[in-house]
């Protein structure tokens, strides 16, 4: 069985500082891993996803995230935030023989104040 | 590329009723799609996944008779809510992807559609 934990409901930063949003994942088959955002009322976005090359993963919005197979951790971090950045933001596991479906954590949403 | 449409983005319906959601890839062919539903404040939970051409898979605890799901082709999935009530006003979103079985291949999601029950 897969899970994902997020630790954090919700984080706040100040414009400009460092974006750091945690996520746990525990899974029996080596893991696919995907941060998405979400903005109110609308889908998700993919910012980036670990499929077993690199460990450190950049995506886009200057997002990126490192997996770390000893700490059971793909955290997603951004050296400066902007206001743009204010949404929901979900980590995901997929892997094994899912059929591709991915198993989301509760959610963490990102404030940024000016 | 990879764009996925929903319809509508926004419906209310009276109790009793069906409403019908359409998922569309616009530029790929997405032979599995799976639906989602998101209440406010939570995470996204699988409601089910559909592979073209086949049955639709249904996550344990979601009633399959009550929301119906067709894969008829490999650009278009829809969802029936039947007999609407209140308590399945949500937020439902789809996503698609691509390639069949590959666990390592992203899901591209649709706007979603806010469904309101009256």
């Known amino acids: 069985a897969q899970s994902v934990t997020q630790l954090g409901s919700h984080v706040s930063v100040s414009e400009g500082a460092l974006v750091l949003l945690r996520c746990n994942y525990s899974?029996?088959?080596?893991?696919?891993l995907f941060w998405y955002v979400q903005y109110p009322n609308q889908g998700l976005q993919l910012l980036l996803k670990?499929?077993?090359?690199?460990?450190l993963v950049k995506g886009i919005n200057g997002f990126e995230a490192e997996f770390k197979k000893s700490e059971t951790s793909f955290h997603l971090t951004k050296p400066s935030a902007h206001m743009s950045d204010a949404a929901e933001y979900f980590c995901?596991?997929?892997?094994?023989?899912?059929?591709?479906?991915?198993?989301f954590g509760q959610g963490t949403e990102l404030s940024v104040k000016p | 590329g990879a764009v996925v449409s929903q319809h509508p983005s926004r419906v209310i319906c009276k109790s009793g009723t069906s409403v019908k959601i359409e998922c569309r890839s616009l530029?790929?062919?997405?032979?599995?799609m799976f639906w989602y539903r998101q209440f406010p404040k939570q995470s996204l939970m699988l409601m089910a996944t559909?592979?073209?051409?086949?049955?639709?898979?249904?996550e344990q605890g979601v009633e399959k008779d009550k929301f119906l799901i067709n894969h008829a082709s490999l650009t278009l999935s829809t969802l029936t809510v039947t007999s609407a009530h209140p308590e399945d006003s949500s937020f439902y979103i789809c996503?698609?992807?691509?390639?069949?079985?590959?666990?390592?291949?992203?899901?591209?999601f649709g706007p979603g559609t806010r469904l309101t029950v009256t």
């Open positions: 996503s698609a992807s691509g390639l069949a079985g590959g666990p390592q291949h992203e899901q591209y």
């Open positions: 899974s029996s088959v080596p893991p696919y």
């Open positions: 670990y499929t077993s090359a690199a460990t």
């Open positions: 995901a596991v997929s892997g094994g023989n899912q059929g591709g479906k991915l198993i």
């Open positions: 530029d790929f062919q997405a032979t599995t």
């Open positions: 559909s592979n073209e051409g086949s049955k639709a898979t249904y």
